[in-house]
């Protein structure tokens, strides 16, 4: 099974984070394999629109997956300001086109980075996924909690 899956229908390309068992949270190799996914969206000229989403119900991302990630021995401001810049995670991870995050269940940390940009974030119905209310309202942050659908 591959951490991150990609298939195109119809102009689609839908790229799915594939691991539930670890709530779909991105280890060093399902990191190389989603950027891989994104240059691929973005080279393809029949790919008009991007969904990412996550395996399973539970989780759309749960960020790093800390089990297989070990800590860098460097502090915080020395990723931040004194290493090059694609030693972040998510650096070049860019996708020029338009995306859409079908967000099932937890989005935490990293998994809330990566559905940040889309231009919409959209929480599936499911048994065992979070509330959907407090999913939309993390994805608009100036609504009421009165605004956001049940």
Same mark, same amino acid.
């Given at each position: 099974?591959?951490?991150? %899956?990609?298939?195109? @229908?119809?102009?689609?390309?839908?790229?799915?984070?594939?691991?539930?068992?670890?709530?779909?949270?991105? #280890?060093? %190799? @399902?990191?190389?394999?989603?950027?891989?996914?994104?240059? !691929?969206a973005n080279a393809?000229? #029949?790919?008009?629109?991007?969904?990412?989403?996550?395996?399973?119900?539970?989780?759309?991302?749960?960020?790093? #997956?800390?089990?297989?990630?070990?800590?860098?021995?460097? *502090?915080?401001?020395?990723?931040?300001?004194?290493?090059?810049?694609?030693?972040?995670?998510?650096?070049?991870? %860019?996708?020029?086109?338009?995306?859409?995050?079908?967000?099932?269940?937890?989005?935490l940390a990293g998994?809330?980075?990566?559905?940040?940009?889309?231009? *919409?974030? *959209?929480?599936?119905?499911?048994?065992?996924?979070?509330?959907?209310?407090?999913? *939309?309202?993390?994805? !608009?942050?100036?609504?009421?909690?009165? #605004?956001?659908?049940?």
């Open positions: 099974m591959m951490p991150v %899956e990609y298939a195109v @229908s119809e102009r689609i390309a839908t790229i799915t984070l594939n691991r539930p068992e670890a709530m779909n949270s991105l #280890d060093p %190799e @399902s990191l190389v394999e989603l950027n891989d996914a994104f240059q !691929r393809d000229q #029949d790919v008009r629109v991007v969904i990412l989403t996550g395996a399973g119900d539970k989780a759309f991302c749960t960020g790093s #997956d800390l089990k297989k990630t070990m800590p860098p021995k460097e *502090s915080f401001a020395e990723l931040t300001f004194g290493r090059p810049k694609w030693l972040y995670p998510f650096a070049g991870m %860019e996708i020029d086109k338009p995306m859409i995050c079908a967000v099932n269940g937890y989005a998994g809330m980075e990566l559905a940040w940009p889309a231009i *919409s974030a *959209s929480p599936r119905r499911t048994p065992n996924s979070a509330s959907p209310k407090s999913v *939309s309202a993390a994805f !608009r942050p100036l609504a009421a909690p009165s #605004d956001c659908p049940e």
